[in-house]
C-alpha cells in the first residue's frame, strides 16, 4: 500500500491529550525512545520528515516508509495527512521514537482505506522523525572555537579552504572532506556553495571551528542531491577554516625583531642566506630550513624562488626576523607544491636572515682603534703577526686566535690566508684594530670550508701584533746601509779563498743581529740562509768562491743585458 492513507484530507477538529484515552477518544502518544537533548519540538506549521511502519492492532503491518527506502515528508497540521498523525507529531523531537495509536475516526473512519485498512480500523504507527524545519528558519551559526588573534575574516569574493563533517538532522552522515583527505576549497558569494553554506561561512577566521545548520530552502531543496541528500533535507555542517584569501591579495611583511644598528638592507639582485620556519595560515607546518640544519641561499628579486618570497625578503636588514604571508598566486597557486602544500594554499614564512651580500661587494673596513704613533704600516711581502676572532654575521663564532695562545702569522700576498682577509690585514698600524667584512666570493665562496657554509659573509675582530717589512720579490737578503765594499773579502774571515755554510751563515747572521741587514720574513733563518748558500755556490760544491759570488743587483742587471742582447 502506498502513503495514500496519510494524504488523506481528514479536517475533524481535535483537541490533544496525552496519556491513555478511551479506545475512540483521542491519539494515544507512547514516547519510548525521547533524545537527551531535544534543541526543538515540533509545531504545527512545520516540516517534517520522519520513517514510520504502520500496524493494525492484530500486528498486520499495512505499510512501511522504511521498506520503500524513503522518508515520508508533509507540513504538520496543514490537513496533508490523517489527523491523528498531525496530532501524534506535535511536540516531537528530532530521532525521538514514538508508537503513535489512532482511533479511526481520526484515520480512515468507516470508509478505511484500500485492502488493507478495513472500516473503523484503529491504526498503530511507529515514528522516528528525521528533520524539522519551517519556513521562517534561517541559517544559523555556532562557534564552538574562535581564535584570539583574528586579523582576518571571511567576506563575498573571498577564496576559502576548509574542512567539514556534512550531517543530516538526525546524525547521518552525508559527506565528509576528511574522508577525501583534501580540503573543500570554493569561492564565497559567486554561487560555488549552496546559499546557506556561503553564508554560514562568512565573518569566519582561520582556525575557528563553527557549525552551520541550513534549512532546506537555503540548500538542496526539494530535489536533494545524490543518494545521500534526500529532500527536503536539513543540513548540518561541522567545519573549521583551514585558509583564506582573496586574489587581489598582496604579500603581508610583519617585522618581528629588528637590529637596533641596520648599516644596510637588501635590494634585488642581492644573495641571501636564511633560515626558516614555513606553515599554512591555521599553523600547520610544511618545512623548516631548522630541521635540515641548513639555511637557504638564493638570490632575490631574480626570480629564482617563489614571487612572494622574493617581494618578502627585499629590505631587509642583517638580523632580522620577518614574517610574510602570501595568497597562493604569489606562492605555488592552484597546483601546490608536492605533497605537502595544496594547491591554492596561502603560506606564512617566519624568516631569520642570517647574512646577504652583493656579487659586486668589496672588502668592507672598519678601524675602530687607530694608534698614536703609525710609522709604517703593513704591505704585500710583510710578515706580520696579528690575533683575530672570526664569526658569521650572525655573531656564530668560528675561529679564533686566541684558541693558540699566539698571534697569527701571515707573509701578505703570498696567498695563504683567503683573499679578503688578505686585503683587509693592508695598511694596518702595529696596535691598530680592525673590523672586516668579507664578502664569499672573497672568502670560502659557495662551498664553504669545515665549519664556514656556504656563501658566508665572513666577519673578522683584528688587532696588528707586529709587522715585520717584507722584501722586493725574489730577494732573500737586503743590506740596510751601503753594504760592505768587498762582500767577498767580508765573508772570507780565514782569507782561504773559499766561504763554506758554516762561515757564510756566521757572516749574515752578524749582520742582521747588528741591524746592517734584514732576511725575508716568515721564514726560518737558517732556511733562508741556507736558500742564500745555495744560489751563491753555483758549482755545488759546498763552497762559495770569488768567481761564484754575486749579488741580486748584479744579477738582475746581467739578466737586464742580455734581454737587450
Known sequence: MQVSFILSLCFAKWTFIAGNPGPIEDVVIDRYSVPEHCTREVKTGDFVRYHYNGTLVDGKQFDSSHDRGVAFFVQVGRGRQIAGMDKGLVGMCVNERRRVTIPPHLAYGSQGAGDKIKADSTLILDVVLLDVWNQADRTQTHSSSRPRNCRRSVQKSDFVRFHFNGTLLDGTAFDSSYGRHQTQDSLVGEG??????????????????????????????????????????????????????????????????????????????????????????????????????????????????????DKGLLGVCVGEKRRIIMPPHLAYGEHGAGKEIPGSAALVFDVHVVDFHNPSDSVEIQITHKPNECNESSAADDFIQYHYNCSLMDGTPLFSSKDFLTPQDVTLGADKVIDGLDEGLRGMCVGEKRRVLVPPHLGHGERGAGDVPGSAVLVFELELMALHKGLPPGYLFVWLDSGPADLFKELDTNQDQEVPLEEFSDFITLQVSEGRGRMKPGVEPAVVIGDMFKNQDRNQDGRITPDELKLKVQEDRENELHEEL
Open 192 to 309: 560555488w556553495l549552496i546559499a546557506g553554506l556561503e553564508e554560514g561561512l562568512l565573518g569566519m577566521c582561520v582556525g575557528e571551528r563553527r557549525s552551520i545548520s541550513v534549512p532546506p530552502f537555503n540548500a538542496y531543496g526539494e530535489k536533494g542531491y545524490g543518494a545521500n541528500v534526500p529532500p527536503h533535507a536539513t543540513l548540518l555542517f561541522d567545519l573549521i577554516l583551514e585558509d583564506l584569501h582573496n586574489s587581489k591579495d598582496d604579500v603581508t611583511v610583519d617585522t618581528l625583531v629588528l637590529p637596533q644598528s641596520c648599516a644596510r638592507r637588501s635590494v634585488s639582485g642581492d644573495y641571501i642566506r636564511y633560515h626558516y620556519n614555513g606553515t599554512f595560515l591555521n599553523g600547520l607546518a610544511f618545512d623548516s630550513s631548522y630541521r635540515r640544519n641548513q639555511t637557504y641561499n638564493t638570490y632575490i628579486g631574480l626570480g629564482y624562488v617563489i614571487a612572494g618570497m
